[in-house]
């Protein structure tokens, strides 16, 4: 859920999970809960190598 949440395949979640600034999930049982504040924070810090060539375009 926390991939499709954040708008990636779960590979690239397999990926991202491993970098010290991910949520670690909690864990009720066998479900795995994601804070999705947690999961926004992370997403605002990240830090693209190229700005998005299409920031500047007014959506109609």
């Known amino acids: 859920m926390a991939a499709a949440y ?3 395949s779960e590979r690239m979640l397999d990926t991202v999970r491993n970098r010290d600034d991910f949520p670690v999930p909690l864990r009720l ?3 795995i809960l994601w804070d999705r504040k947690a999961l ?6 990240l830090s693209l190598a190229e700005p998005n ?6 959506a109609l």
């Not at 926004?40 to 810090?45: M, T, V």
């Not at 060539?53 to 007014?58: E, F, G, I, L, S």
């Open 53 to 58: 060539p299409w920031d500047h375009v007014k």
């Open 40 to 45: 926004d924070a992370f997403a605002d810090n």
């Open 29 to 31: 049982g066998r479900r």
């Open 6 to 8: 954040l708008g990636i």
